[in-house]
Structures are given as structure tokens and as C-alpha cells.
């Protein structure tokens, strides 16, 4: 017999972890959802340049109906595309965006949300960057291991493993291909200098993807598809973990339904969710026993602040919104100029750097692809040269090109806030996003792209100084703060097992209760934290 129902609001990484947690511990789970689908695989056994010649219309496939999927040089230097069927992901609802300044925001309304187009980074936080936090290391390990044993995470206690803490569940790293074994063979011979010098290490990336077949998935095939989405299911994305769900008694999905905001009774408890149905507009009511949002930080943010400004709370404010600023840095490997590009090999980082700052909490991350077969025109057209020769250079330096995405902490600060604002067509109101970055940034950002340059030509690198290009606030889709789990606090706050401290059955389960945001990708934490919040609240 079940012990009670939870409704999670969202099936992104945060959410289905929990539920799958909560299930197992003997709850009910509903979980409502817009959760738009993704189009079924094609060819799902091709490799890249089996899709080219099998497909009747490859151009479309891989440029999109009106070419949408072309990034033209007016588009901010941006290296990064997004394939058109993935397009789903990132389709909007009917309700207005936010309004957003300083601050790009991404936000996803489909089934299995922003983690359906990510590349599987999976990094523990260790004690020094969870200063600040009321849990530590500990309290999360047992979540992190499993989490990794659901999922299967590839890596290696190399020399990385000073910044990652052991956890259960690690499989032996992918095959690297060429760029990255020479990258790393460099490293071994130049360690001392790079590791004395610079606080710099390199090691394997952790990555969400199968080295051997687990949980009825297959092990990664190196088709070089995964920027397209993996046909086999070798890279985790929350999807997979739905589709077990599905399968699970005592599971209720509800797709095609937008939450708008939830009531409270006279108690303060959270008693009833108000949704529209996506199709229609039709407004529907769900009653609540538990409520557990997991709807991303910024919409889960949205749905309790219009629930706030329903119950006639005086324009409801939070602060403390994060983001990893990054900075991309495309580069040359000199040894590898003139040689053949390897199609047939994981898309995504295989590599990682980890930078030692002055706190265990200023580590930098940075995350390191060699360039095989992902879409390639961003980079051609940023060449200084005409068309002609870009295609020409670009073909000679092909396999030798490479993007190291640099990474860095975030803090709560007061400037950085989400609040609503009411639209005088009297339609549902909107989110407003602000950013402001510190002060010292640009400073702690130029030192450190330096020291990476001066690192990657102790590689053989070169990294042009013109082509490093920093991103918008936003663009690393890792947020995180506004209502931080703290031992005391008021009501914009939550305890450290994700209770908010409003409304007496609802549990933030997202990102939205980080304390801080170190310098790693943020979403292994999210699974393991939503999975310990499940544990310790819904035992
Ligand atoms: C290109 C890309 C690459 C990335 N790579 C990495 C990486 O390598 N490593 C890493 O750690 N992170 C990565 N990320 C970030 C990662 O995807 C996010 O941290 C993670 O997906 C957040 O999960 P979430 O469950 O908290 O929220 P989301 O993924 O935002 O899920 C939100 C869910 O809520 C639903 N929802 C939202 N609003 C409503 C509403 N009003 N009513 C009903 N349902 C609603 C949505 O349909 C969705 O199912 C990447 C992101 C992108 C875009
Ligand atoms: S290379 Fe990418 S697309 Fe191919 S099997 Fe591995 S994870 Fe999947």
C-alpha cells in the first residue's frame, strides 16, 4: 500500500530522480508536465556518415526546413548550434517569456526538459565548494552513488581525482580519439611544470554515457551523433529515466498541462495546483497532498512567485540568482594539423581541465572538445580569411581544431533577482530576470583565459586571442539560488532537505535551493540532491 501521493511539476533530471526515489521508498507519484515529445530516431543504427548518404534529405536533417540551424555571423560569435530535431526542446509555451536583462535565459518545456540536449558532464562537488552549504560531501555521497549507478557515468581516478570525490557507479572512460590522446600524452611529459606552475590538471571528463551496456541500455558505439541526440540510448538524458517510470505501479504521468501557480488553505498549505492544458488553454485543477517542484530554478521560480503575487503578496522579489560565466576558446593543435578527422567517436568533451584558485571554491572548470563532427560552420566563418580559403584552412586544420570551454564559480548576490510583473492584457504574469556580474570579473576572467593560453601552447596549442569569446550570462543553462536551503531562514528560504519555508508541503527540488554554485556542471547534484531530498522527506 502506497504511503501517501507527491506531485512533481516537471520531468527534467531534478524530477525524475526524485520520483523514481520516492516510488522506490513506497509513494504514489503524479507528475505533471508541458513535456513536449521528441521525434522518434531515424536510422537509429547509422553511423554520422551513414545518416548523410541513407537519409533522402540530409540538408533538411541536419540544416533544418529554412536552413534555421545556420549560425550567421552577426549572431554574437556563438560556437554552439542546436540541430533541428532538437528544436522541440527549446519550443516556447503560449504564456509570456521573461524579461530578461543582463541575463540570456533558456528555458524547456519538453519531456525530460533541458538535460534532453545536454552533453552528460557529471561532476561531484566536493566539501571546499560546498562552503556555505548547510550539507556536506557526506550527505550527498549516497545520492551521488545512486544516481551514478542508475545512470552509468564513464572516468577515471586520474589526475582529476583531487577535485572529484570518489563515488559508486564509475565505469572505464570511453575510447579517446587521436586530438584527445595527444593532448593527453603532451600533459604526462609537461605535468610538473603544468601542475607547479598553473594549478593545472587534466584528466578524462566524466561523462553520462555507457563504456559497457547497463540497465537494458547498450554501450556507447561511437557513432558520432550525439550533438543529433544518442539513437541508442547510450548517452543518459532524463527521457530514458521517464520511460522508466512509465513502467513503474503507483506512477501517473500527465503530459500537456502548463502549471500557472498553486493555492494555499487558511493552514498555509499548498492544497491545489491551477495548470492550463498546452493544446487548448483550458484552465484545470489537480488537488495536492505533497507538492514537489522541480520545473527548472527559473520556472519553478515563476510558479511560486505568481502563486506569491495570487495570494496577494506585495511584488514578491528573490535574489541570488547563479550562473556559471564561460568562455570559449577555440584552439590548434599543431601536431595534428593535415591529419584525418575521426567521425567516429563520442562528439563531446573527452576531456577536462581542472585550475586551483586561491580557495578550494575558485576552482576553475574547464572542458575540453576536440572537433569531429559537429556543426562546423560557426568556426569556419570566424576564420579571418574569405569563404574559399576558410573551407580550404578549415579542411587541412580539421582534426587539429578543438574548444575549451572554461567555466567559473558563481555567488548569491543581492542585485541578481526574479520577480513578476503584471501585463495589462490581464493574461498570467511574466518573469523578470536581472543580472549584474561582480565588479572584479573581468578582471579574475582575463587572468585566467591567460594562464590557459600559456597552458595550451605548453600543449602545442594555439589559441587565436581573437576567436576567445565570452558568453552571455545564461547561456551555461546551469542556474541555481533564490530560494537557498539555509539552517535558519525566512520564508524565501528552504531547510536543508528542500522543505520551504512558506508553505508547510512543498519541497523545491531543482536547482533553486543552491547556496552557491561552484565551478562544475551543476546537474549530477541536482539528480543526487533531488534523490537525497526524496530520501530523507519521503522515507
Ligand atoms: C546544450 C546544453 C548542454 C548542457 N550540458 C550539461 C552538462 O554537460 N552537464 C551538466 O551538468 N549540465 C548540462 N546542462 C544543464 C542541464 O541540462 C540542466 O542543469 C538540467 O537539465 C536542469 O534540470 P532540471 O530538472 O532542474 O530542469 P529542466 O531541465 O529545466 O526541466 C524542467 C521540466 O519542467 C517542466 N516545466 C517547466 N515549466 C513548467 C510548467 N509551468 N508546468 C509544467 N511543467 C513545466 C518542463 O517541461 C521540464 O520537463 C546543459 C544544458 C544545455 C541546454
Ligand atoms: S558516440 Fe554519441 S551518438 Fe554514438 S553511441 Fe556514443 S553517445 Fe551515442
Not at 54 to 74: H, K, N, T, V
Not at 248 to 266: A, I, K, L, N
Not at 375 to 392: A, E, N
Not at 505 to 512: H, S, V, Y
Amino acid at each position: 500500500m502506497s504511503k501517501g501521493e507527491v506531485t512533481v511539476i516537471g520531468s527534467g533530471a531534478s524530477s525524475v530522480h526524485f520520483a523514481r526515489t520516492a516510488l522506490e521508498n513506497g509513494w504514489s507519484v503524479v507528475m505533471l508536465d508541458v513535456g513536449r515529445r521528441k521525434p522518434a530516431a531515424v536510422l537509429p543504427d547509422a553511423d554520422l556518415n551513414g545518416l548523410k548518404t541513407g537519409l533522402e534529405d540530409p540538408a533538411r536533417y541536419f540544416l533544418g526546413e529554412d536552413y534555421g540551424s545556420l549560425i550567421l555571423p552577426s549572431d554574437q560569435d556563438e560556437y554552439y548550434g542546436f540541430p533541428p530535431n532538437k528544436a522541440y526542446i527549446f519550443d516556447g509555451i503560449d504564456d509570456p517569456p521573461p524579461r530578461a536583462t543582463g541575463f540570456k535565459p533558456l528555458i524547456s518545456f519538453a519531456e525530460g526538459g533541458l538535460a534532453e540536449a545536454w552533453t552528460g558532464g557529471s561532476y561531484p562537488f566536493h566539501d571546499g565548494e560546498l562552503e556555505g552549504w548547510p550539507i556536506c560531501f557526506d550527505d550527498l555521497s549516497p545520492a551521488y552513488d545512486r544516481v551514478a549507478q542508475r545512470i552509468g557515468i564513464t572516468g577515471e581516478d586520474d589526475d582529476l581525482g583531487k577535485f572529484y570525490p570518489r563515488h559508486a557507479g564509475l565505469m572505464p572512460p570511453l575510447e579517446l580519439d587521436a586530438h584527445a590522446r595527444l593532448l593527453l600524452d603532451r600533459y604526462s611529459r609537461k605535468r610538473e611544470l603544468l601542475n607547479k606552475r598553473f594549478g593545472c590538471y587534466l584528466g578524462h571528463a566524466r561523462l553520462a554515457v555507457l563504456s559497457r551496456a547497463h540497465a537494458g541500455r547498450p554501450a556507447c558505439d561511437y557513432l558520432g551523433r550525439c550533438l543529433w541526440g544518442c539513437p541508442r540510448g547510450s548517452l543518459w538524458v532524463p527521457s530514458i529515466g521517464l520511460e522508466e517510470l512509465r513502467a513503474q505501479p503507483g506512477f501517473t504521468y500527465v503530459p500537456g498541462v502548463t502549471v500557472r501557480h498553486f493555492e494555499v488553505d487558511d493552514g498555509g498549505r499548498v492544497h491545489r495546483i491551477v495548470a492550463v492544458e498546452t493544446s487548448s488553454g483550458q484552465e484545470r485543477s489537480f488537488p495536492v497532498e505533497r507538492l514537489a517542484l522541480g520545473a527548472g530554478a527559473l520556472m519553478s521560480a515563476h510558479i511560486l512567485l505568481a502563486s506569491w503575487l495570487r495570494a496577494g503578496k506585495a511584488t514578491p522579489v528573490l535574489d541570488g540568482l547563479m550562473d556559471n560565466r564561460q568562455v570559449l576558446m577555440p584552439f590548434v593543435n599543431l601536431g595534428m594539423v593535415a591529419s584525418q578527422f575521426e567521425a567516429k567517436s563520442y562528439q563531446y568533451h573527452q576531456l577536462a581541465f581542472g585550475l586551483e584558485g586561491d580557495t578550494p571554491f575558485d576552482y576553475v572548470h574547464g572542458l575540453v572538445t576536440t572537433l569531429k563532427t559537429a556543426l562546423i560552420h560557426p568556426l569556419v566563418q570566424s576564420l579571418p580569411f574569405d569563404l574559399l580559403t576558410s573551407l580550404r584552412t578549415f579542411r587541412d586544420l580539421h582534426a587539429a581544431l578543438g574548444l575549451l570551454n572554461v567555466n567559473f564559480p558563481d555567488t548569491r548576490r543581492p542585485n541578481n533577482t526574479l520577480s513578476m510583473e503584471k501585463l495589462d492584457d490581464g493574461g498570467p504574469p511574466r518573469l523578470v530576470v536581472r543580472y549584474q556580474p561582480e565588479p572584479q570579473e573581468p578582471k579574475r576572467i582575463e587572468r585566467v583565459v591567460r594562464n590557459f593560453r600559456r597552458i595550451l601552447r605548453a600543449l602545442g596549442c594555439l589559441a587565436p586571442k581573437k576567436m576567445t569569446h565570452l558568453r552571455p550570462m545564461g547561456a551555461s543553462v546551469h542556474y541555481a539560488g533564490a530560494v537557498p536551503m539555509v539552517e535558519t531562514g525566512g520564508e524565501r528560504t528552504s531547510t536543508p532537505t528542500g522543505r520551504a519555508r512558506a508553505f508547510e508541503n512543498l519541497w523545491l527540488i531543482d536547482g533553486l535551493t543552491f547556496p552557491s554554485l561552484p565551478a562544475k556542471n551543476l546537474t549530477f547534484t541536482l539528480m543526487a540532491n533531488a534523490t537525497r531530498i526524496a530520501d530523507l522527506e519521503f522515507d
